[in-house]
């Protein structure tokens, strides 16, 4: 195939312990150590590879958000991505805007395969792979643990409930990646060098027309009710005595 | 009023038990009139199953080969073409439910809501973000079809003992064969299946190999317990992927979680955070695990796990 289209997205690393603003309108975010998406690291090294592999010709990363995500598509141009694109926007859409936006850059860019991250680490949603694919009216793949690509068509190992299921789809699809497709490689400090000069461009959110959705309106941020830490004890037979006291064995 | 469809999960044979609970928050919903749907290859086996549940207005069956297997974008525009009736459509947070509701929604031009944990009217509902960290308050618009996962963990399965008429219904929409399912690998044991079981045992990295995760097997056989796994312990292969626990694994809510060398990591504990009682067994002190257990013991699990296997008699 041509091309493999992989989104990534700028989120709060997961090293760290998100709060919530005092005045409970958000989560702070200011000065927080900000990362690809793990999700989306994996699914560029799948690209990645299916492109060292001579399954492709063409790598390219693409972000939908602030000036800022440059970075993080940097970073993916370091990784060995050819080329990236930025969606600008000032807040971040809601998931089904951003898979219009991300159908609008795939009847652009024409991919064979889009892979994207299973879910994004900071909302938890696990939308939008389904959402494109749904738009595109192409097949999806979500939760993959391996892919194999045949000709026009994929073979997907999916991570499910029961335990692993295959499809096979044809292509153009959607895959999403999950935690045990690869492990990312690490970025070289050559690579960061190179990866200056690969073209990054920007595109204005607007003028791709991705219209307006249903909004869901975020009304208030809380912490969670805390577990409490509860007791120590010393030895087996304090163990079950404990259980024993709380009617668990 | 909210008339809402939960979409059932099942093998063909027997209703999942996240169709209950899923109900059980669209129950919860003030003057809630709920529909289930099947769609199946033959559906009668669930459907008989899904008619019994408590709170059921009607089942309704949608039968077609092609439905044998769960395929998202299959199963998708066969609910559009019956959403047209409904302000809601529910099915649960699992991988069953993640992979189909997005679909649904963006066939049906809305935002999807994941992972509600709580209802607050018929259109305001409450979920998780963060692995957990944060708690969010939604507000979906009014004029618009509510499309949701529900996190299972948070709720309990309605009861039996209804009788909901069972009514057959075919939806004429042309249904893609560019998905095409090929195989399933279940992990077949005679233990409790870890998302409903009300005990459950966990090994993390510390089990250092397949083998030593004998121990936890014989501690959850004594205990007639489910087996679970931290994702150090599922990556490094001594357990089957379905075992994971946690904010990309499973979310569970036993009434005991015995956490067996598991530090405790946020995206683990977002897994657990519903448990009734949490114990840890550690030999670190300071593990992270230790400031949410309600029981914790530091030392050797090598040490303590046969001795407290032996002591269970
Ligand atoms: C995007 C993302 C998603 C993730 N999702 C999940 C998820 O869903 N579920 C999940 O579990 N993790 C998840 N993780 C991984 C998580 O961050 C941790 O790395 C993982 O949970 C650690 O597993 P562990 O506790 O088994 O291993 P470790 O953190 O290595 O802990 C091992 C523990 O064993 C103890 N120990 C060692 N030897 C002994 C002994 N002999 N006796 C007693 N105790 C001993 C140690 O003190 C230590 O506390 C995710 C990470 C990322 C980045």
Known sequence: MDKILVGLKRVVDYNVRVRVKSDGSGVETDGVKMSINPFDEIALEEALRIKEAGGANEVVVVSIGSSEAQQQLRTGLAMGADRALLVTCDEAPDVLTCARLLLEIVNREQPGLVILGKQAIDDDNAQTGQMLAALWGRPQATFASRIEIKGDTATVLREVDVGMETIEVDLPAVITADLRLNEPRYVKLPDIMKAKKKPLEEIAMADLGAGDSPEIVHTAYEPPVARERGVMVEDVSALLAALKDKGLV | ?313
Not at chain 2, 68 to 91: K, M, N, R, T, W
Not at chain 2, 136 to 150: C, G, K, M, N, R
Not at chain 2, 264 to 291: M, R, S, Y
Not at chain 2, 293 to 306: E, N, R, T
């Open chain 2, 1 to 313: 009023m909210a008339k809402i469809l939960v979409i059932a999960e099942h093998d063909g044979s027997i209703l999942n038990p996240s169709t209950a609970k899923t109900i059980a928050c669209a129950a919860g919903i003030e003057g809630a009139d709920i529909d289930v749907v099947v769609l199946a290859a033959d559906a009668s086996a669930v459907a008989a199953e899904a008619a019994q549940l408590s709170s059921v207005s009607r089942v309704l069956t949608v039968e077609n080969a092609a439905n044998e297997h769960p395929l998202a974008v299959v199963l998708a525009p066969q609910i559009v073409s019956l959403a047209g009736d409904y302000s809601h459509v529910f099915g649960p947070s699992n991988t069953f439910g993640k992979d189909l509701m997005p679909t649904v929604a963006a066939l049906l031009g809305v935002n999807q809501i994941s992972d509600i944990m709580s209802t607050h009217g018929s259109h305001s509902f409450k979920r998780p973000i963060y692995a957990g960290n944060v708690i969010v308050s939604l507000q979906a618009p009014e004029d618009s079809i509510v499309v949701a996962t529900v996190r299972t963990a948070s709720y309990k399965a309605v009861a039996g003992g209804n009788s909901a008429p069972v009514e057959s219904v075919s939806v004429d929409v042309e249904l893609p064969t560019h998905t095409r399912f090929v195989g399933q690998e279940a992990e077949s044991s005679d233990r409790p299946d870890l998302q409903t079981a009300s005990r459950v045992v966990a090994g993390g990295r510390a089990l250092g190999s397949a083998e030593n995760f004998d121990l936890i097997y014989a501690l959850a056989d004594k205990l007639g317990a489910g087996v679970g796994a931290s994702r150090a312990a599922v990556d490094a292969e001594y357990v089957p992927n379905d075992t994971q626990v946690g904010q990309t694994g499973k979310i569970i809510a036993p009434d005991l979680y015995i956490a067996i060398g598991i530090s405790g990591a946020i995206q683990h504990l977002t897994g657990i955070k519903d448990a009734g009682t949490i114990v840890a067994i550690n030999k670190d002190e300071e593990a992270p695990i230790f400031e949410v257990a309600d029981i914790g013991m530091v030392g050797d699990l090598f040490q303590i796990v046969p001795e407290l296997t032996e002591a269970l008699g």
